[in-house]
């Protein structure tokens, strides 16, 4: 496995701080936010006097999902809070040719920078190219273009080390039981970010000699399908002790479906950040009993990369001039000992 | 001037020669090569899933898991079977069951409880059955763009409605009935609705004369309205039923997953249209039945039981359902062509 | 015959499907050149017989050979290869695509092996239109927009696209008037004496008669008679050999007392005022009284379907009005007319009046479901025994209304369409072609049908494009021309050369609507106008 010498150093990086990390790398400090905005570090990234005036265009895809909706209101609240940003957002779409269009179209209006989140980072990489070559900065959000050269900076989750800490997570809590068996309930098998999740969680897994995953069954991030599929694996496994969900939205069918089987024996760990799961974990009267964060926070931070790249400046932070081109987010893993730090940033 | 003929009594008109067979024997050879072929199916599928896993798939909580999760899907494809039967399709029946599913489960609809859920659920349901009749039967449009365009505008209005969020419900009668200990007369509520369903519409389809003139619609329409039924009428009739059970669904659906949410009924329109098709329904129209279409659904809701517990992976289940498709449908067609 | 061996001999064919043995051990001789006639009732094997020769069957046992060497016709191509070509009496065009597409389909001229030469094709197909007698059907035209019989013309040319020698015609005249039937015939005509062979089936025994050379005879999946004379073979004797009965061609008698317009025998139920439809037929005046049979004569294209379904409200009228018991029926709705005791018996059997997948009880009681339903449940019983009473009283075949109606004949799927209209109590029978696809000997049963069911009180208006039946069967004829009615007169004083005349006097003027329009045949007389119905023709 090529995954295995990383590996090792990154265990050694974050060992037994799993569950401090923050929610955007280049945040230092925490401040919560009480009303109902879309929380995140409030510390604007670059330097927040106001200056020279940034249109940012954006587009992602169709919000038919919290975390996606999340995504829009985080980029938006974000460009309110600058007098000096003003945000060309599209309509939202799924579809490929849709969404080129739409970019090609900010294209034409010649905003300053663009946020892309695109419905399919291969398809979208040739409109990413164009903007490049028509002078305009792109800020590649989460889904990756096909090369470097379609985006001046990449900001993002990390699928795999969401399965390396959910892995290491769910390790460390059975780490004295003899014999421990982890189920697996993933997200969609067709999209490629579910097998990078799976292979970390498995990597980290290979750390606990004493725990096997007996079974992976894939829904499809929605409530109906992980009840349905978690259903079956409950009636399949009639023991186990640790199960790692994908993501809280279809968590949510999820602990329906152990809910009406009755069961209570096992400690199961969520993904992205839902607001309902946050307060599930902080309520801690069920299985729930930690989630491995996906941020949306990183659009709010994309914004702010976009207008540092507008007004030419670089990261306040960082020793260096330029706006780094890759910033991997760190996958944390929020339970009840920091979930009232987090709470503000969960998504409905 | 002739006069109608009157019906005979009975009793005078037993004619030995031509008397009829004794009434189970007549059921026998009417469930037909195509239902036991089915049956055949699905009781090998139970073998393998008895032999792969006997503890957990032997059991009757598993049963129960099995008829509670292929009951959603069952009612959308009982609705299904009929516009099929009629020569139409509804490719928004998924969609529907979204918009319904999520309408249901507003906080607005929420504060009227039990009653509210449902009654909101089946009303969204007809509603938009109303408009892909009206549109199918009153607008000449071809049901495949009618439905089409159904299905984009209800998915959209239903990701207007939630923003894309999950609407959890909070309304203990509605949960309760998708709790594990919740049974009616012994059965689980979900199942029970399911049975009831598939069993009126079995009567509807085959002993009313709204059954009868869903076949001739799908049969031949032109004869249909050549011999005086009233064909546009009966297809803004089979869209509405169609929406009634997408209705119904959404209900179900709400029961069982404690929410509601847009992306709700996920390709139920190929799931109900593929069981129906195995079920041996004509995509053509004029021919089907409710049996076929029902052990469809439980044919296909097994499999993913039986692959489910044996740990085999998505990419496995959906390979293996194309084939259970082309394969049913090729013994079909098979003994069909041999009688 | 010839001593060189024929060019086609089938010997021992034999082909099963699931419970019917369709052909058991049939032979066949066809000799280049000549006009072999295949005679048989509905059921025969006539069907079954082509297909395998057409490659598209495959005989379970019995040999092929062609032009002395044995051959297997795997598939329809290996016929094409050798030069059989089939035009069946199901038109297999692609109304989509042009007369051109369509003539060389699966042949088209290319350049390179697969860029089609459009201009080539459009240049052969306009010779072999021509070659047809049609040189006015323009190849770019599409198949869609023709009328039956240029459609047959194209499906002839696209049998005659091919390097041709033998050429199976299913029923080819049946959708033809006369003087597209002349055309056919100098067709065939030409054809035989290029050497072609033609395999022709008809149920006329007069078109036999006349360009027929030899016949073979089939019943009951066997060929009862082979190679007989053609023209000498006594009408009587071909009768006989196909139904296995001596029948002759027979009407019923008319009542001893006709139902004269003059008579008292009372109101009519049916009226017909001013009815008419745009481009289809002027407006039209008939009256149909209880226990009469009026018919309506006339050319294909005249309007005659038209004018039944629109009394029927299969099609809204432009002006005029349909009452029956002197009330007037709302224009244009088919329910209204059913409400009203109007019953159709359509032209298309399977098209337009069955329900093909579904058992006789089922066809038959589809009209009166209502009858047996209370509040929307079905006695099946009672339902069962009322379509049994029904279809007996018309001598149904088989006597089981449980059985599907696709297996039943063609005369005795008419006699479910009939039954249906009879238990709904209907009070006037519309029928068009009632005997088109029933074979000679279940005709005269359903004559015999109508007439009984005229004598018990339904008032009967009949279509038929086949003079004598309209002549044999009606005791009024209606005259149409070209959407016009020229003449009414008693049936027994009219007779076929008659009829004929009004229909033809006067050249139909090329209307580019009906296929009349588009023949070229005909006197140059002035057309003279409709002369109210009455006045005698030329």
């Known amino acids: 496995m090529p995954e295995s010498t990383p590996f090792t150093s990154r265990r050694g990086l974050f060992f037994g701080t799993a569950a401090v990390g923050a929610g955007v790398m280049l945040s230092g400090c925490t401040s919560n936010k009480s009303d109902d905005e879309p929380a995140s570090n409030d510390q604007p990234a670059a330097a927040d006097t106001p200056g020279k005036a940034v249109t940012i265009g954006f587009a992602g895809p169709q919000a038919d999902h919290g975390w996606l909706n999340a995504i829009n209101d985080n980029a938006k609240s974000r460009a309110k809070k600058y007098s000096d940003v003003t945000l060309e957002i599209t309509e939202g779409s799924n579809d490929t040719a849709a969404q080129i269009g739409q970019i090609e179209t900010l294209i034409n209006k010649k905003v300053d920078v663009l946020v892309i989140l695109p419905a399919d980072g291969k398809a979208l990489t040739q409109v990413g190219l164009k903007a490049m070559r028509a002078g305009i900065p792109v800020v590649n959000l989460d889904r990756i273009f096909n090369t470097p050269q379609a985006y001046r900076c990449w900001i993002g989750g990390d699928n795999y080390g969401m399965g390396l800490n959910a892995g290491h997570y769910i390790g460390e809590q059975l780490k004295d039981v003899d014999d421990a068996k982890v189920i697996e309930l993933a997200g969609l098998d067709n999209l490629e970010l579910t097998k990078q999740r799976t292979q970390g969680f498995d990597d980290a897994l290979k750390n606990y000699p004493n725990i096997k995953k007996v079974a992976r069954q894939a829904a499809e991030f929605t409530v109906e399908s992980g009840q349905a599929k978690m259903a079956q694996l409950l009636q399949a496994q009639s023991d186990f002790d640790a199960l790692w969900n994908h993501d809280d939205d279809q968590g949510v069918g999820a602990l329906r479906a152990i809910e009406q089987a009755g069961r209570d024996d096992f400690l199961m760990v969520g993904g992205a950040g839902a607001l309902s799961a946050f307060q599930a974990i902080k309520q801690d009267n069920g299985v729930l009993k930690a989630t491995v964060l996906y941020p949306p926070t990183m659009a709010a931070s994309a914004i702010d990369l976009a207008r540092a790249l507008g007004q030419a400046k670089g990261v306040s932070g960082l020793a260096e001039f330029e706006i780094p081109s890759s910033l991997t987010l760190y996958s944390a893993v929020v339970d009840k000992t920091n979930i009232d730090q987090y709470m503000p940033t969960g998504f409905k | ?339 | 015959m010839a001593p060189e061996p024929p060019l086609l001999s089938m010997s021992g064919i034999t082909k099963s499907f699931p419970g019917v043995r369709a052909l058991d051990g049939v032979d066949l001789d066809v000799q280049a050149g000549e006009v072999h006639c295949l005679l048989g009732q509905n059921g025969a094997g006539k069907s079954t017989l082509i297909k395998v020769l057409a490659g598209a069957h495959q005989p379970d046992d019995g040999t092929i050979s062609w032009r002395g060497a044995p051959v297997t016709l795997r598939s329809p191509i290996a016929a094409m290869r050798l030069g059989i070509a089939t035009i069946y009496q199901e038109l297999d065009l692609v109304e989509h695509l042009s007369v051109a597409e369509n003539v060389h389909l699966g042949h088209e001229p290319t350049a390179a092996g697969f860029v089609v030469r459009g201009k080539a094709a459009k240049a052969s197909t306009a010779a072999l239109l021509k070659r047809l007698g049609h040189p006015e059907v323009d190849p770019g035209r599409l198949v869609g927009e023709l009328s039956a019989a240029q459609q047959q013309i194209v499906s002839m040319a696209r049998a005659l696209s091919h390097e041709v020698r033998l050429i199976v015609m299913d029923e080819p005249s049946a959708a033809l008037d006369p003087e597209e039937v002349d055309n056919l015939f100098r067709i065939v005509g030409d054809l035989t004496a290029d050497g072609v062979a033609v395999v022709y089936i008809s149920h006329r025994l007069e078109e036999i008669r006349r360009i027929g050379d030899r016949v073979t005879v089939l019943k009951d999946g066997r060929a009862v008679a082979g190679g007989l004379p053609a023209k000498s073979t006594p009408t009587r004797e071909v009768v006989a050999l196909m139904t296995g009965r001596n029948v002759e061609y027979v009407f019923p008698e008319r009542p001893a007392t006709p139902a004269a317009p003059a008579d008292a025998a009372g109101a009519p139920v049916l009226e017909v005022q001013g009815l008419a439809r745009e481009g289809e037929f002027a407006p039209v005046d008939l009256t149909v009284r209880p226990g009469e049979i009026v018919g309506l004569a006339g050319l294909v294209g005249s309007g005659r379907s038209e004018i039944l379904e629109t009394i029927y409200g299969a099609r809204k009228p432009t002006t005029g009005q349909v009452l029956v018991d002197g009330r007037v029926l709302r224009p244009g709705s088919v329910r209204a007319a059913v409400r009203a005791g109007l019953g159709l018996a359509p032209e298309e059997r399977k098209a337009q009046a069955l329900l093909m997948l579904e058992s006789v009880t089922r066809n038959v009681s589809v009209s009166s479901m209502s009858r047996f339903a209370r509040g929307g449940w079905i006695d099946r019983g009672a339902e069962l025994a009322a379509a049994r009473a029904a279809t007996r009283e018309l001598s149904l075949r088989p006597d089981n209304p449980s059985v599907p109606v696709r297996t039943l004949s063609g005369g005795n799927q008419q006699k479910a369409v009939l039954a249906r209209w009879l238990l709904r109590g209907c009070r006037v029978l519309l029928l068009d072609e009632p005997t088109r696809g029933v074979d000679v000997g279940a005709r005269a049963e359903l004559y015999a049908v109508i007439r009984r069911l005229a004598d018990e009180g339904l008032a009967v208006l009949l279509v038929s494009s086949e003079v004598p039946e309209v002549l044999g069967l009606a005791d009024r004829v209606l005259v149409l021309r070209e959407g016009q009615v020229v003449h009414t007169a008693p049936a027994r004083e009219l007779d076929e050369h008659r009829v004929l005349d009004l229909v033809m006097e006067g050249a139909p003027v090329a209307s580019g609507r009906s296929v009349a329009g588009s023949s070229a045949a005909g006197s140059s007389a002035d057309r003279s106008p409709a002369d109210g119905g009455r006045g005698p023709a030329s």
């Open chain 2, 1 to 339: 001037m002739t006069q109608p003929v009157s019906p005979p009594r009975s009793s005078t008109d037993k004619i030995p020669s031509t008397a009829q067979p004794p009434a189970w024997r007549g059921v026998l050879a009417r469930a037909d090569v195509r239902t036991l072929s089915l049956l055949g199916v699905l009781a090998a599928l139970i073998v393998v899933g008895g032999i792969t896993k006997p503890d957990e798939f032997l059991d009757t909580r598993n049963l129960q898991l099995v008829l509670t999760q292929g009951s959603v899907i069952g009612v959308v494809t009982v609705g299904m079977t009929f516009v099929i039967m009629s020569g139409g399709i509804d490719l928004s029946v998924g969609a529907i069951v979204a918009l319904a599913s999520v309408w249901a489960t507003t906080v607005a609809t929420q504060e009227y409880g039990f009653a509210g859920i449902l009654f909101t659920a089946v009303l969204v349901g007809v509603g938009c059955g109303l408009v892909n009749g009206l549109l199918i039967a009153y607008g000449g449009m071809v049901p495949f763009i009618a439905t089409l365009a159904m299905l984009a505008s209800a998915r959209g209005l239903a990701l207007q409605i939630t923003d894309g969020a999950t609407q959890v419900v909070t309304i203990d009668s509605v949960l309760d009935l998708g709790e594990r200990d919740a049974y009616i007369l012994g059965i689980p509520p979900l199942v029970l609705v399911f049975a009831v369903v598939t069993i009126i519409g079995w009567l509807i389809l085959n002993r009313t004369t709204f059954g009868r003139r869903t076949v001739a619609v799908g049969g031949n329409a032109e004869a249909a309205r050549l011999a005086g039924i009233d064909v546009r009428r009966q297809r803004l009739y089979l869209y509405l039923l169609s929406g009634l059970c997408c209705g119904i669904a959404a209900f179900l659906l709400i029961i069982l997953s404690g929410s509601g949410q847009n992306t709700n009924g996920n390709l139920y329109e190929l799931d109900a249209i593929a069981a129906a098709i195995i079920g041996g329904t004509l995509l053509s129209g004029g021919r089907g039945t409710i049996v076929g279409s029902v052990l469809g659904v439980l044919i296909f809701t097994t499999i993913t039981n039986i692959f489910a517990l044996n740990n085999l992976q998505s990419d496995v289940q959906q390979i293996a359902k194309g084939a259970i498709i082309v394969a049913a449908v090729l013994v079909q067609r098979r003994t069909a062509s041999t009688t």
